[in-house]
């Protein structure tokens, strides 16, 4: 029963999506399992069959997208499963097909501007975008950092903070990332 429902909230957020949110583009067959939050003017770009949902045993972490600019894009693949990720974006952040977060961050800006507009001249779009894989699998309590291309078939171990770019077909764990296999 708790599927169907998924399925029923996950075609009411795409309609809704589509009639009053001309930003964000919804594949088909999405499931949600909890609030899926989406904020900002950027475009939010989510494939099919994808599954939202919260971490079992908590009911106060949900999945939020923001964009923190108009031009700011984020794309999700198709299969993707979702489990209270939290995704922030001021310039771009590209994930592929068959991805697994669960309750970890991604981000593409460190928000630390100290000048009076809050543009940090050092970034821009080609040097802090993040690009995520095919088949990857994110461990809670991670973090992706700015600027950050994660390859295919990666398995980021909890607790990680990828602060460089990761080849594809490793497991990597730590703060800072280092490869175990």
Not at 101 to 123: A, C, N, Q, V, Y
Not at 130 to 157: F, H, L, M, P, Y
């Amino acid at each position: 029963m708790k599927d169907i429902y998924a399925k029923i909230r996950g075609y009411l957020f795409t309609l809704k999506c589509r009639l009053m949110r001309r930003n964000i583009v919804i594949g088909s067959r999405l499931q949600l399992y909890c609030r899926l939050e989406i904020k900002g003017v950027g475009k939010v770009f989510i494939g099919n069959d994808c599954i939202v949902s919260k971490i079992i045993g908590d009911s106060r972490h949900y999945v939020t997208i923001y964009t923190h600019d108009p031009s700011a894009t984020v794309s999700i693949g198709n299969n993707a499963r979702l489990f209270a990720a939290r995704i922030s974006s001021k310039f771009a952040i590209q994930a592929g097909d068959n991805l697994l977060i669960e309750e970890s961050g991604i981000m593409d800006t460190d928000f630390h501007s100290l000048s009076s507009d809050r543009k940090d001249p050092m970034e821009n779009r080609n040097q802090c975008r993040v690009v995520i894989g095919n088949r990857v699998s994110i461990g809670a309590r991670s973090v992706i950092c700015k600027g950050v291309t994660v390859g295919d078939d990666v398995i980021v171990w909890p607790g990680s903070i990828i602060n460089k770019s990761v080849p594809s077909g490793v497991a990597v764990c730590g703060n800072p990332v280092r490869l175990v296999k």
